[in-house]
């Protein structure tokens, strides 16, 4: 395990050094060990070009716009890094805290007596912090 450890912040330096943005190292770093505590870190998403395809496809049509999907398909590596480390600063410092401690609360501390959230009530919650995030 130690080895298997060492190989990946290896991985992370040699990325590192190569101008791969903070956001993608703390990505990879998701896949490691505390060693200290034995916990592991979980990655909570991902970026695709897919996603921008989706964000602007016309709900009528079903079609992205000609000039939009033309944008997407040039973007580079190096841009949709850039767009995921802004994306990452709006999530963190808009909604990230709230959203955690209330799905958090909501699906692990139900109130004494109570059981755990029913499925409605969870869905409810979850659409209450993306309504905020928007």
Known sequence: MEEAV???LQDIRDDAEQGVSQFN???ALASLV????GERFYPITSLHKNDLRELFRDSDTEA???WVG???DTLTDGDMEYLAEKLAEVFCNCCYWEG???MFL???CPAEGEGQQSQADRQ???AEVRAQAA
């Open 6 to 8: 060492n190989e990946r």
């Open 25 to 27: 190292c703390d990505a």
């Open 34 to 37: 505390n060693p200290s505590q």
């Open 64 to 66: 992205v716009p000609a």
């Open 70 to 72: 033309k944008r997407i």
């Open 100 to 102: 955690l401690r209330a």
């Open 106 to 108: 909501d699906n692990f």
């Open 124 to 126: 409810e919650s979850e």
